[in-house]
């Protein structure tokens, strides 16, 4: 990427920073996990597997229950009959096999601990772990500078700047063009998906978008 290019990625996300304002993501709710005695980044990385497939808001709804239910855990997750568990998660779709994974998670990830320091290749032996899954946790758990690349996010740096590639290929061109910085690579994933979300939808709205003169979408010339 040359200097330009780069410039226009920082001015991206500054952009985005300014309409959409800090997404803060990955949501948890620290109250819960004081009330409870467990570690926020369980929820992470049980919301990272419930979301594989559908949409937050159906996975969200899996982690409302969880929370009814006192099993927003990992301990609650390998603890409860795999029956009622599948009860609990069943909002957030292809319920069996997210027992199953969930279950996997739970056992190889403990202690939590372990997300700040296990090599993203373990991850992927973890079943139910894939790129994606495996760059939530270590980025919005693990605390580590992987950039997390979706649909959304592939879909915003071809409209804007021509860039189209598998998935490594993103990510590898996310980190090679921003500084290793975890809160900007959180920041600026969130940002994208709302962006995505609100504007740079299938059919994007581009007339009066934040970014318009940024991206190369309008005149056909990324
Ligand atoms: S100008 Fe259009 S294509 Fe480009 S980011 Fe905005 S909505 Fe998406």
Redesign the pocket.
Known sequence: MDRSLRERLTELYRRLLRVYGPQNWWPIDPEYHRRHGSDPREEIVIGAILTQNTSWRNAERAIENLKRAGALSLKGVRELPAERLGELVKPAGFFRRKVAYLREVAQKLDPIDVVEKIDREQLFRIRGIGRETADVILLYAGGRPFFVVDSYTKR?VF??FGVKGGYEELRRWFEGNLPPDVELYREFHALLDE?AKR??LRN???GG?P??EL?G??SGNP
Do not use: A
């Open positions: 915003i409209r804007t962006h504007r740079c994007p709205l581009c978008c970014v318009e991206c979408f309008p």
